[in-house]
C-alpha cells in the first residue's frame, strides 16, 4: 500500500505588536500560497509574549488585515500568552533530560567587552554558570534564567528559499536561555512547542530568522517533534537599500489600505519576488495557482514601495 502523504500544515505566527508593515504581509502570502498550492492546511497564531508590547486590539487588527488580503485559515490556536502552564510542562522535560541548568550572568556581563562577539553581532555564551556548584549557586543574590545545554554538532538544513544552511549550535550560539529570570518563556521554546503541538510541517517566515531554525530543531529532538521544513523569505529593502521596517509607518497596512487594492499589492509583492513575470493585479487564489518554491528569490528584494502609495 501507498504510504499516505502527510497534509501539510502551515501557519501565520504574527506578534500583535501593531498594524502588519510590507515584510510582515510578504512572507504571509508566501505561507499561504505554499500551503494553499499543496492543498494544505493554514493555522494562526498570536506571538504575544511581550505583553507590554502587544494588545489584543493589534491581534484583531492582524485578523481583518489578513482577511482583507484574501488569506483565510482553518483554525486559531491560543495565543503564546496564554500557555505558560504547558511550556512549564516542556521545561519541566528539559529539567528531566539532565539538560537545563541556572544561568545567573547579568546583562553587562554577556554584552561586555570580553563576551565573544560574532560578525552578525550575536554573542556566543561562553557556559559561564555551565559548572557552577551547588554552593556558589546558593550564594547568588539574584533569581537566575534558565539555560539548555547544546551539544558540539552542526546542523544542516535544505531551507525551501535560501538552499543549504549550517549552523553550530556550540560554536556559533552557546547553551540557549529558554526562561527568563522573570518566568517569562523565550520565543524559541514557544515557538517550538506551538508549532510541534499544532502539528505544523512548513515554516515559511523572514529571513531574519533563519538562524533560528536549528535552535529550534534541536528542541523539537529533545521534545520530541518532528521537524518541519522551512523556507526562509527574503528582506524587502527599499531602492536606498535600507530594510523596511514597523519604523516606516507609511508603509503599514493601515496606510497602504487607503491607497491600493489588495490585488494590487499581491501582485507588486509577486512580481518583485519573481514569481510573475509582469506587476498585475493578482487574488490571494490567483497567487497560489502560480506559486512554487523554484520561482521565488533568495536574495533581498528591492521595492519602490513608495509608488504604491503614490509618494
Ligand atoms: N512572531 C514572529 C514575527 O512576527 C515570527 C516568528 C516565526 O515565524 O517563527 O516576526
Redesign the pocket.
Do not use: F
Given at each position: 500500500m501507498k504510504e499516505r502523504e502527510r497534509t501539510v500544515v502551515g501557519r501565520f505566527?504574527?506578534?500583535p505588536s501593531g498594524r502588519m508593515h510590507l515584510g510582515?504581509v510578504f512572507a504571509a502570502l508566501m505561507a499561504w500560497a505554499s500551503a494553499r498550492s499543496q492543498g494544505g492546511e493554514m493555522v494562526l497564531r498570536m506571538?504575544d509574549l511581550d505583553t507590554q508590547r502587544t494588545s489584543r486590539e493589534f491581534a484583531e487588527i492582524l485578523r481583518q488585515d489578513l482577511s482583507w488580503l484574501g488569506l483565510d485559515y482553518d483554525r486559531e490556536t491560543a495565543p503564546q500568552s496564554q500557555r505558560s502552564e504547558v511550556y512549564t510542562r516542556y521545561f519541566e522535560k528539559l529539567r528531566r533530560l539532565d539538560l537545563l541548568y541556572p544561568c545567573y550572568c547579568t546583562r553587562s556581563q554577556l554584552h561586555g567587552v570580553n563576551a565573544p562577539h560574532l560578525s552578525d553581532g550575536t554573542y556566543v555564551y561562553p557556559g559561564t554558570c555551565r559548572h557552577l556548584t551547588e554552593e556558589q549557586r546558593n550564594s547568588m543574590n539574584r533569581t537566575p534564567s534558565w539555560r539548555v545545554i547544546v551539544p558540539d554538532k552542526t546542523w544542516e538544513i535544505t531551507d525551501l528559499c535560501q538552499g543549504d544552511y549550517r549552523l553550530n549550535l556550540f560554536s556559533e550560539c552557546g547553551d540557549m536561555v529558554v526562561r527568563r529570570a522573570d518566568g517569562v518563556y523565550v520565543y524559541q521554546l514557544a515557538?517550538t512547542v506551538d508549532d510541534g503541538e499544532a502539528g505544523v510541517t512548513e515554516?515559511v517566515?523572514?529571513m531574519d530568522?533563519l538562524s533560528?531554525a536549528p535552535r529550534q530543531m534541536y528542541l523539537q529532538e529533545l521534545l520530541g517533534f518532528n521537524h518541519p521544513t522551512y523556507a526562509h523569505v527574503p528582506m524587502l529593502l527599499a531602492p536606498d537599500g535600507r530594510r523596511l521596517s514597523k519604523r516606516d509607518k507609511d508603509l503599514d497596512l493601515g496606510e497602504l489600505r487607503k491607497h491600493v487594492s489588495p490585488e494590487m499589492l499581491i501582485g507588486t509583492l509577486a512580481h518583485s519576488a519573481g514569481i510573475i513575470d509582469q506587476p498585475v493585479s493578482l487574488s490571494a487564489r490567483e497567487l497560489a495557482q502560480e506559486f512554487s518554491w523554484e520561482k521565488v528569490r533568495g536574495e533581498s528584494i528591492y521595492l519602490d514601495a513608495a509608488a504604491l502609495t503614490g509618494g
Open positions: 505566527a504574527p506578534t510582515n506571538e515557538v515554516v517566515r523572514g530568522l533560528s
